[in-house]
């Protein structure tokens, strides 16, 4: 466990370098906002690619991978009892803020330290960047511009780079076709650089803000980190146990399932300019209670 909070360490000292530098850098005041305009379309783009392009799809169909969709599904439906009345964007954000896990950053050194093996995190990865990305970027898109016709549902998500990056990454999976390295290496070393700028404008926005401050995206904070760290590994722990998954199985995907709310999750509220401090607020507080929870699921499931 000590190893794995390395993960929560590194990101937290890179949010710390981006809040620095807003608060004494003298950075332009829109310098948060193209640093997320240039993640959401080059860089994250880039590293979507090299992921999915380098993975086994066979890995989406498991039943463990089962049980942690339903918990995100659970999740990602019952949050808008506490968004009504707020326009569509905010409602989607609250949803993605309540169910989407962190499964890169910090799932990776969570499933290999806490859970022993780092490939358990990997569907979930899958399922994240080839149907709930690009689902929640089509809602948002459509929520942004106010189109819902039949055509822009399907024209929407293929305007978005990111989307197509997913698209694109799993032909590669599947067709077993490579680029040259030529093309292949700088892509990846582009992609590289997504995490660590997307935690940097994550840093600077938090400089001059105070969390959980009152209005009306306190209520949908606290109940999107409810959700997030208690709410979903309880809804992963109950069906990982209906559905007979074997002790080891359920320890995993109710670890899994209190892993917090992805940074990208901000990242999209800024590209779409809604829900970004229930976003942020999330993040932040999902992350820094995550590690206790995480230990309390440990002493209750090894007892």
């Not at 979507?48 to 659970?74: C, H, I, N, Y």
């Not at 559905?243 to 080891?248: K, P």
Request: with cysteine; aromatic share 6%.
């Amino acid at each position: 466990m000590i190893s794995a909070l390395s993960g929560f360490v590194l990101i937290g000292v890179i949010v710390l370098v981006g809040w620095a530098a807003r608060r004494w850098a003298g950075l332009p005041e829109n310098a948060e906002a193209v640093a997320g305009r240039l993640v959401y379309a080059v860089l994250n783009p880039c590293l979507l690619f090299t992921g999915v392009a380098g993975a086994d799809l066979r890995v989406l169909f498991s039943e463990p991978l089962l049980v942690s969709t339903a918990a995100a599904v659970a999740c990602f439906a019952l949050h808008p009892l506490f968004t009504r009345g707020r326009d569509r964007g905010t409602q989607i954000m609250g949803s993605l803020a309540a169910g989407y896990v962190n499964a890169n950053y910090i799932g990776i050194p969570i499933a290999t330290y806490v859970l022993g093996n780092a490939a358990l995190v990997v569907p979930i990865i899958m399922l994240q960047l080839l149907i709930i990305t690009p689902l929640a970027l089509a809602l948002l898109e459509i929520a942004a511009t106010g189109h819902a016709s039949w055509r822009s549902t399907v024209l929407a998500p293929l305007r978005n780079p990111m989307i197509v990056a997913v698209l694109l990454g799993a032909f590669f999976s599947v067709t077993g076709l490579r680029l040259p390295t030529v093309v292949a290496d700088p892509i990846t070393t582009m992609g590289h650089a997504a995490v660590p700028l997307v935690l940097i404008a994550f840093g600077m926005s938090l400089s001059g803000r105070r969390v959980l401050a009152a209005g009306p995206d306190r209520v949908p904070t606290v109940a999107a980190v409810a959700l997030k760290i208690a709410g979903m590994p309880a809804i992963a722990f109950l069906l990982a146990v209906v559905l007979g998954l074997s002790r080891q199985q359920t320890y995993a995907v109710t670890v899994l399932a209190a892993l917090p709310t992805a940074q990208n999750v901000f990242l999209y509220g800024q590209r779409f300019a809604t829900g970004l401090v229930l976003a942020r607020d999330a993040i932040f507080l999902s992350t820094v209670l995550c590690a206790p929870a995480l230990l309390l699921i440990a002493l209750l499931l090894n007892l």
